[in-house]
């Protein structure tokens, strides 16, 4: 499964994404607000990547592999279903690189239309640590209504929610 974007490629992940993952989630910033706080090891990553291809085939869709067109990895976004409330929530990380160039909102952007198109699901669901500005402004700039603060595992939460109608409108 492949979605293409102006600058921008996602392609279903692999166990050959592997290294590309230890990397990723070998950086502390670019886990500060995420489960993974501090970083994963080698071996949690691949953990995490075996999850992220279990749920794709569980499910049918999943996160992706986000590269460049030239092929460099650049990070992970796609969907899960938050075992919380059965809702599917959209996620992205990049490495740190790749920052500050409007990627992250790019790859969203594709990815909530492409989940409408390729699902029917009545809507999907964010969130991101309360003061995670860069994941809020995201959110916000791909049309996500903000919707509440609430705490996961005692740590504030801004959650953003998105309907079908709203993002095919
Ligand atoms: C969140 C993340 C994906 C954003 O990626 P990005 O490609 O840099 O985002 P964009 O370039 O699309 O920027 C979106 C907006 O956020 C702003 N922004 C980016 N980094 C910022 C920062 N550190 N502080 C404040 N604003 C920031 C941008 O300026 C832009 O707003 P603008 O268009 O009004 O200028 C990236 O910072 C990241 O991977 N962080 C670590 C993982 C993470 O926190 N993921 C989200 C978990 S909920």
């Known amino acids: 499964m492949m979605i293409e974007t102006e600058r921008l490629i996602l392609h279903s992940l692999s166990f050959a994404d592997l290294d590309n993952f230890a990397a990723l989630y070998s950086d502390p910033e670019v886990n500060r607000y995420l489960s993974s706080k501090n970083g994963l090891t080698r ?72 989940i409408f198109e390729a699902t029917n699901l009545s809507h999907v669901i964010a969130f991101a640590e309360e003061e995670n500005v860069a994941s809020r402004k995201v959110l916000e700039k791909t049309g996500m209504t903000f919707t509440d603060i609430r705490l996961v595992k005692e740590i504030p939460f801004a959650f953003y929610a998105l309907a079908r109608d709203q993002a095919l409108s």
């Not at 992220?52 to 049918?60: R, T």
């Not at 969907?79 to 599917?88: A, M, N, R």
């Not at 996620?91 to 160039?101: P, V």
Request: overall charge negative.
């Open 43 to 114: 071996e949690q990553s691949g953990d995490r990547l075996k999850q992220f291809i279990i749920h794709q085939e569980a499910h049918g869709y999943g996160r992706f592999a986000v590269s460049l067109r030239d092929g460099t990895f650049v990070g992970n976004a796609g969907f899960l279903v938050w075992e919380e409330t059965g809702e599917t929530e959209l996620g992205y990380l990049l490495k740190r690189s790749a920052w500050g160039k409007g990627y992250a909102t790019e790859v969203a952007t594709a990815l909530i239309k492409w």
